[in-house]
């Protein structure tokens, strides 16, 4: 079962991973572990209480995946918090030619799936639960 899941995240394209990795996070209480794409940044200035300093400094003392000069990048297409309240900025969270995830676990996703029974409305992963269950 662990195998058809797994394959099935593989499919999905980057947003449809980060969705899924999100209602993981929900359920599993891991909020500081949630991805936001692009568009939420601007929304989530545009409703913060903070002045434009403190964006600023988010980005500045953040970091960028494809960088090793520092600072988040706004034009990438996903960032996430780092433990200081700065911003992680990367385009992808998994590599195709690599087989490799960045910043979301789908081992530990996938087990807390099947230990709860819970497809996180994903259509193809719940027709897995049903297959088994109809074994």
Avoid at 96 to 124: A, L
Wanted: aromatic share 20%.
């Amino acid at each position: 079962m662990e195998e058809k899941i797994m394959e099935i995240i593989k499919a999905l394209d980057d947003s449809e991973i980060v969705s899924l990795w999100n209602e993981y996070c929900y359920a599993a209480n891991r909020y500081d572990d949630e991805i936001f794409d692009s568009y939420a940044l601007e929304e989530m200035i545009d409703n913060s209480n903070e002045g434009g300093l403190y964006w600023v400094s988010r980005f500045f003392y953040g970091s960028d995946d494809y960088s090793t000069e520092g600072s988040a990048n706004p034009n990438r297409d996903f960032f996430q918090f780092d433990g200081y309240g700065n911003l992680k900025s990367f385009d992808y969270v998994y590599n195709n030619f690599k087989d490799e995830f960045s910043y979301v676990y789908p081992e530990e996703m996938i087990d807390y799936m099947i230990e709860n029974k819970e497809s996180f409305g994903n259509d193809e992963i719940e027709e897995v639960f049903e297959e088994v269950e109809e074994e």
